[in-house]
Structure formats: C-alpha cells, structure tokens
C-alpha cells in the first residue's frame, strides 16, 4: 500500500478565539476559482487552508456538519468567513429564523454529546460566544451534505482499485478548507479524469498534481496521517503504544491509554513524525502508582484514556486496523 489515505480536514491548527460579534445569515456563495485542466477538471496548486484568525469558527461549523451530516455542508472559507451551507428543508429553514435562533440551535448540535454517568456540570461545555460574525449559515439546497462529500472523498479515493483504470497514481484525497474533494495524483491520465467526471461531475472534485510525491507504505508499524486505530505509536518517554480510534471535538484527534503518557506529552509515529500531544490532567486520567483517576473536574471514572490533539498539518481517520500486526 504505497498512497496516502484520505484525511478528512487539512491544516486544522489551533487558534486563539475572536471578539464576540453577531451571526449573520444569506442565501448564495460564489463557488472558489481554479484552473481548468485539459482533461476538464479544475486543477489547484495546493489544497485550500484554514487562516489561523478563522481556526476556531471553522472547527465550530465542521462539528455541526459532522453532528448533522444530512443537513448542512462542509463548511468552506470563503472571503475571510466560515460559510456553513445549509442543505436540508429544515437547514433551509433555520437559515431564514432570527439570528438568535439560529445561534441556538447551531450551538447545540456542536456541544458534545451528553453520555450515561455525565451531566450538565461534569461536561465541558464550549463557549462559543466568539466565533459569531466569523461564521456564515448560507441556504444552499442544490448543495451536497457533509454525508455525500465523504462519501464522494472515500469512492474517489477507491479509483485505485478500479480494474478499469491500468494507471491511477492516486496519491489522496480529502476535504479542504473550499468544501471540495482535492484528488491528489502523480500524474493526471485521460482515463481517469473521465470517470472522476463521469461519477462526480467537475464541481466537487479538484485535481493535484504531485509528480514528485513520496509515500511511506502504511501499515500497524509505521502508520501515517490521516492515522488509523489499531497502529503503534511512540510515547512521549519513547515506549510503544497503541493508538485506539480517530476522535473530532472543533480538531482531529486521537485516542489511546492513559498509562502510555502518564503526565502528558508529544506523541509521534514509528518515522519520527510530530503526531500531537497530550495535555496533563484534562486529557489523561492515569496517575503512576495510582492507575486510574478522575478527569478535572468530573466524579464519573472513564478508563485508562488519554485524548491526542493532532498536530497542525496530520488528521485521524475513522478506520481501524485488523489482521495481524503486519496488516495494512
């Protein structure tokens, strides 16, 4: 296995909260320039970021979309704003309440979900007074849903396997800050620029070419981004662990056992590579000596946990390995 899987969000990072302002809503958004290819897709140079200032309300407006991936669209950045679209009836229809309703109920779809033993006190609720004015819910009911983006992410990313195709050199694939697929290739062939069309048309899906791209084959021992569970990984110490499966709150991130980093840490892959940390306390719940403690703040024991925050640039997938050690 010599491509890259598909990374769901790219260069996510963290970011300081804006000034508190007020919602705004609307009913159109241009679509993001490219340049047309010969084959007729439209091929970009890099995939489209997150600016750091915007950080926040675009990981406020992708919980949305991933709470309700049948209602509203991946969110996209779009003239210094976080435009969320809004796809379904009762998306269309929220986009046209009062402001103050819509910034009700968008809060509640993002606030993480409440789970037997939790209540109100002992869950970490976000404040999301900040990130009003950076985001945008637009009307978009011709739009596709965050639920058909990934589902277009993850076929066309499967091409590779298409016996009809001799030569894909499918590199990745995943979801940029513009909402579209980006189809990362070696080497862009008729052949295949004529199924992405026939199957997806030239709206949702981008082209990058990378003729120079080099990936580390992915596998139990020697994973990469977007990282699966089931992988090892390297403790802050330098031991080996497991990673346990992909987790999204506002970022990527990943689980694993809370003994593997007692006191927080950096994690990084068998290569090498900076996969994210672990905050002491908030984000571990192990005591050596003791075993396990309660999080801060919290009355209710959770297991052996730990939470990685994944680096700027590296995503998580919500894949696991099975097989043997060796699988890929």
């Given at each position: 296995?010599?491509?890259?899987?598909?990374?769901?969000?790219?260069?996510?990072?963290?970011?300081?909260?804006a000034a508190a302002a007020v919602l705004s809503t609307t009913t159109a958004v241009a679509a993001p320039a490219g340049n047309p290819s010969a084959y007729g897709l439209t091929i970009v140079k890099e995939s489209a970021v997150v600016p750091p200032h915007l950080v926040e309300a675009f990981g406020f407006a992708r919980s949305v979309a991933m709470a309700r991936p049948d209602d509203f669209g991946f969110p996209q950045v779009v003239d210094d704003t976080v435009v969320l679209p809004?796809?379904?009836?009762?998306?269309?229809?929220?986009?046209?309440?009062?402001?103050?309703?819509?910034?009700?109920?968008?809060?509640?779809?993002?606030?993480?979900?409440?789970?037997?033993?939790?209540?109100?006190?002992?869950?970490?609720?976000?404040?999301?007074?900040?990130?009003?004015?950076?985001?945008?819910?637009?009307?978009?009911?011709?739009?596709?849903?965050?639920?058909?983006?990934?589902?277009?992410?993850?076929?066309?990313?499967?091409?590779?396997?298409?016996?009809?195709?001799?030569?894909?050199?499918?590199?990745?694939?995943?979801?940029?800050?513009?909402?579209?697929?980006?189809?990362?290739?070696?080497?862009?062939?008729?052949?295949?620029?004529?199924?992405?069309?026939?199957?997806?048309?030239?709206?949702?899906?981008?082209?990058?070419?990378?003729?120079?791209?080099?990936?580390?084959?992915?596998?139990?021992?020697?994973?990469?981004?977007?990282?699966?569970?089931?992988?090892?990984?390297?403790?802050?110490?330098?031991?080996?662990?497991?990673?346990?499966?992909?987790?999204?709150?506002?970022?990527?991130?990943?689980?694993?056992?809370?003994?593997?980093?007692?006191?927080?840490?950096?994690?990084?892959?068998?290569?090498?590579?900076?996969?994210?940390?672990?905050?002491?306390?908030?984000?571990?719940?192990?005591?050596?000596?003791?075993?396990?403690?309660?999080?801060?703040?919290?009355?209710?024991?959770?297991?052996?946990?730990?939470?990685?925050?994944?680096?700027?640039?590296?995503?998580?997938?919500?894949?696991?390995?099975?097989?043997?050690?060796?699988?890929?």
């Amino acid at each position: 296995m010599n491509q890259m899987r598909r990374p769901i969000l790219l260069s996510l990072a963290c970011a300081t909260l804006a000034a508190a302002a007020v919602l705004s809503t609307t009913t159109a958004v241009a679509a993001p320039a490219g340049n047309p290819s010969a084959y007729g897709l439209t091929i970009v140079k890099e995939s489209a970021v997150v600016p750091p200032h915007l950080v926040e309300a675009f990981g406020f407006a992708r919980s949305v979309a991933m709470a309700r991936p049948d209602d509203f669209g991946f969110p996209q950045v779009v003239d210094d704003t976080v435009v969320l679209p809004a796809v379904s009836d009762a998306a269309v229809n929220l986009a046209t309440a009062r402001p103050q309703t819509v910034r009700e109920q968008l809060e509640q779809y993002a606030r993480p979900q409440l789970k037997d033993g939790d209540t109100m006190t002992q869950l970490s609720v976000p404040d999301f007074s900040a990130i009003w004015g950076r985001v945008t819910l637009v009307a978009s009911a011709e739009g596709l849903t965050a639920g058909q983006v990934l589902k277009i992410n993850d076929a066309v990313f499967d091409l590779r396997n298409d016996a009809t195709l001799p030569q894909t050199d499918i590199v990745s694939t995943g979801i940029d800050a513009s909402g579209r697929v980006v189809l990362t290739v070696r080497e862009m062939t008729a052949p295949l620029a004529g199924k992405v069309i026939e199957e997806f048309g030239v709206e949702v899906v981008v082209v990058n070419v990378d003729a120079n791209f080099t990936a580390l084959p992915a596998d139990r021992a020697s994973d990469t981004s977007p990282y699966y569970g089931g992988a090892r990984i390297t403790t802050p110490s330098g031991g080996g662990c497991t990673s346990g499966f992909a987790w999204t709150y506002s970022n990527p991130m990943m689980l694993t056992a809370g003994h593997c980093s007692p006191n927080g840490g950096t994690y990084t892959s068998p290569s090498g590579k900076v996969m994210g940390t672990v905050t002491s306390g908030s984000r571990e719940n192990w005591d050596a000596g003791v075993g396990t403690v309660y999080f801060s703040g919290q009355t209710v024991h959770r297991g052996d946990l730990a939470l990685i925050s994944l680096a700027s640039g590296v995503s998580s997938s919500g894949r696991i390995f099975t097989g043997l050690s060796q699988s890929s």
